[in-house]
């Protein structure tokens, strides 16, 4: 996995608020959009000069990503922080509406119960 990023997905999307509502409504193209503009760019804050051709998912990262599979980012490495805040970023609301508050976190819990006691996947590089 490349933990690195797939981190920086997580965390890039989730602190935009335009890439997170495309991510919510058309996760596919927003992961293209993403790898090809910018993933690859090195610097933040506008750096448009530096950029990579050296990082890239694999396919299951790409899978889990397009489907919100957060379960599986998990069990892959991903940040759990960053993983948990997009997550609740993009269906607590929803979640709320339907079945009260802290109902998408206790989903979430229940999903990754099978965890319980056990280490958590190591998120080293």
Known sequence: MSKYYVNKFLFTVDRDPRLLARY??????????????IG???GQGGNEEEWTTVLA???????????????????????FFLNLTIMIALYDEDYMERSGPLS????????LSHWKGKDYPSVQL
Not at 60 to 79: C, N, S
């Open 24 to 37: 919510k409504s058309d996760p596919k193209s927003l992961m293209e959009h993403w790898e090809k503009e």
């Open 40 to 42: 690859p760019r090195l």
């Open 57 to 79: 998912f694999t396919e299951e990262e790409r899978r889990a990503l397009v489907e919100h599979d957060y379960v599986a980012l998990f069990e892959m490495g991903a940040h």
């Open 104 to 111: 998408f976190q206790r989903e979430m819990a229940q999903k």
